[in-house]
């Protein structure tokens, strides 16, 4: 089975940019998508595909892949976006689902 | 509007068994792969399992694979995870999720709390 890794935890200043990265083998063939967490909530869709955002989220979230390596980058963090971010894409079998191991997102 | 409600929830001891109900509106249910993920206290998400649209194709992860079975009915616009041989690791939040094509799991259940102890 494929392992998704993330760092632990970021900040940012409020208005600043950060950018979540997640690595794996699997996402050399196979795009990650990216889940907002607040605390006591259920996980929520930001970006899926090459760069694609579901109906309502932000235009300041978007994704990036290279190679073993997909990102998600928050341009002009707002407070409403400190939560834990997830990646989470198919392992190499394409049949399993894989999640990162999650990033606290914390903005000063 | 889309809706997933999951029910079914509670304390059992381990060895103990229990199925959780995930009750779908707003969507063609049957036209639909669905999954479960669950969230133990504090920690990160974690695949469970998934079904198909028709059930042809059922997946498991390997931390569940012969104690937990998914299953669904069309009809009734409902996702089951029948839960046996239930572990203190097994406690976590429950979330069922609908998965769009091939692509992302786009929308989510608010959760069922399954707690194992003695």
């Known amino acids: 089975s494929s392992e998704l890794t993330q760092d632990p935890a970021v900040s940012v200043a409020l208005g600043q940019t950060v950018r979540i990265t997640c690595q794996g083998d699997?996402?050399?063939?196979?795009?990650a998508s990216w889940y907002q967490q607040k605390p006591g909530q259920a996980p929520v869709l930001v970006i899926y595909g090459k760069n694609n955002r579901p109906s309502g989220i932000p235009d300041r979230f978007s994704g990036s892949s290279s190679g073993n390596t997909a990102s998600l980058t928050i341009t002009g963090a707002q407070a409403e976006d400190e939560a834990d971010y997830y990646c989470n894409s198919r392992d190499s079998s394409g049949n399993i689902w894989v999640f990162g191991t999650g990033t606290k997102v914390t903005v000063l | 509007e889309v809706q997933l409600v999951e029910s079914g929830g509670g304390l059992v001891k381990p060895g103990g068994s229990l199925r959780l109900s995930c009750a779908a509106s707003g969507f063609t249910f049957s036209s639909y792969s669905m999954n479960w993920v669950r969230q133990a206290p504090g920690k990160g998400l974690e695949w469970v399992s998934s079904?198909?649209?028709?059930?042809?194709?059922?997946y498991y992860a390997d931390s569940v694979k012969g104690r937990f079975t998914i299953s669904r009915d069309n009809a009734k616009n409902s996702l089951y995870l029948q839960m046996n041989s239930l572990r203190a690791e097994d406690t976590a939040v429950y979330y069922c999720a609908r998965e769009v094509g091939y692509g992302p799991l786009d929308y989510w259940g608010q959760g069922t709390l399954v707690t194992v102890s003695s």
């Open positions: 079904i198909s649209s028709s059930s042809s194709y059922i």
């Open positions: 699997s996402l050399r063939s196979y795009y």
